[in-house]
């Protein structure tokens, strides 16, 4: 699966969103979460974010790597949709995320 990490929070450009063949890439309050299961790997969506958030699971970044858990973890109580446009954007986010200061930019 591709992963979401720390650079978009507070951020949410979505471009990644409109290259996303499953629609698997879901909205939270202050990130995006792509779904580990729907995830096909296609890779569309990493070449495409401003701020470079998107990565390969292999090659998430040592310092964010927690971000891998709270991809999958987001998921947890949500299960699997099938596709995030008809659910709309989600009103919270993973722990790790939710604990973090806010952002400028
Ligand atoms: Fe976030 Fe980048 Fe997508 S900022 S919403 S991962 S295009
Ligand atoms: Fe979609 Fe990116 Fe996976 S475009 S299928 S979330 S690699």
Redesign the pocket.
Known sequence: TYV?AL??VD???????DECPVDC?YEGER??YIHPDECVDCGA?EP????E??YYEDDVPDEWADYYTANVEFFSEIGSPGGAAKVGPYAFDHALVSALPPRGG
């Not at 951020?11 to 969103?17: F, G, H, L, T, Y």
């Not at 495409?48 to 701020?51: A, L």
């Open positions: 979401i650079p978009c951020v949410k450009d979505r471009a990644c969103i890439i990130t995006l969506c495409v974010c401003p701020v958030a998107i």
